[in-house]
Every structure is written in C-alpha cells, then in structure tokens.
C-alpha cells in the first residue's frame, strides 16, 4: 500500500515539473500566432492563427489551474476548467477546418491532373483507403489526430457525453498520432 502512495507522489512530481517546464509555453504559442498572420494562404492563415491563439488561451488558463493547485492563487476552479477546454475545443476545430481545405485542395489537385469528371477521377482515389493514407500520409495523421482530438473537449464542454473508455481510446490514437509527427517530419503538416 505505501509503494501506492509512493508512485502516486511521484506522479504529482513529474505532473508538476511538466507543468513548470510549459509555464512559457502560452507565450510562445501566442507570438507563434502573431507570426502565422504573415502566411499567403488567407485560409492557412487563418485556420493556423486561430488555432494558435485559443491554444495560447487553453494554455494561460491551464496555467492558472496549475498556480491555483500549488497554492499561489485562487481561482474558481471549475470556471478556469470550463475555460481550458473551451478553448482547447475553438483550437483543434480550426484545425480540422484547415485539414477539410487541405483534403479539398487535394480533391482539386486530383481532379485537374486527371482531367476527368469529379466522380470518375475520386472513385478511384478514394476506393482504396490505405493507398490514399499512403499517397498522402501528412494530410492522413493530421486528419485522424484532430478528428480525435475534437470529441474530448467537445465532452468536456458537455456537448456530448462520451464514456471514459471511449475518450482514453481517442487520446491514445491522437497522442500517437502527435507522437508521429514529432518523430518523423514527413507526417507533420506545414505550415505548423
């Protein structure tokens, strides 16, 4: 039983350095957002900077939890909670609204190289569902990362009440999918 208690403040050890060492990073998402205002694409642009910056605020909220729970301040803590994911929810929505442009700027690349009707030249492309993931493996681990992504703050935020069986399995695909994309670049959509 002590070794129990024992790993659980171990736990809370590492959950408190991982939080220290992030302390900056609402921050950097921020000045991250000022710097994809100069991108050419208006939807890239858009869909990045807006991402960015609700991360910047789920972040900022995150961190006053945080302070609340070491016992610098007072908060409500509910309320900041609410705030966390309500912005963790605008962040991966925009997201996903710029991986559906990416997916409809592939529909079109296809449709003008192949110079058929839209129907004739997407049946082929999207028959095959792994070789589409292969020919398009950034676009593929974005889109299935922010798909998950999407239900566990939308759950959060009470929209819509998912099992905790159900929201541990999506955090485990979109935290490999994450892992994917820091591992190997060729996954990673860019701008990021």
């Known amino acids: ?8 403040d171990l736990e809370r050890y590492f959950i408190s350095c991982r939080r220290l060492l992030n302390f900056g990073r609402c921050t950097d ?3 991250s957002a000022v710097r994809s205002l100069q991108l050419y ?3 890239i642009r858009t869909t990045l900077s807006t991402s960015k910056l609700s991360l910047s605020f789920q972040m900022f909220a995150d961190h006053v939890l945080w302070l609340h729970q070491m016992g610098l301040m007072r908060v409500d803590k509910q309320r900041w909670i609410g705030r966390a994911n309500k912005f963790w929810l ?5 997201n996903l609204l710029r991986d559906f442009y990416e997916l409809i700027c592939v529909i079109q690349r296809v449709r003008t190289r192949e110079k058929d009707n839209l129907d004739g030249g997407m049946k ?5 569902p792994l070789k589409w993931i292969r020919k398009h493996p950034k676009l593929s681990c974005d889109l299935a990362k922010n798909m998950c992504d999407f239900w566990i703050p939308y759950s959060a ?10 929201i541990s399995l999506l955090g485990i695909i979109s935290t490999s999918m994450g892992m994917l994309q820091i591992y190997d670049k060729d996954y ?3 701008p990021s």
Not at 124 to 128: A, C, G, Y
Not at 157 to 166: D, G, Q, W
């Open 1 to 8: 039983m002590e070794s129990i208690y024992k790993l659980r």
């Open 29 to 31: 998402q921020f000045y």
């Open 41 to 43: 694409d208006p939807v």
């Open 90 to 94: 605008y962040s991966v929505a925009a």
């Open 124 to 128: 082929f492309h999207f028959r095959t």
């Open 157 to 166: 935020v009470n929209k819509i009440n998912l099992h905790p069986i159900v």
């Open 188 to 190: 990673r959509l860019l």
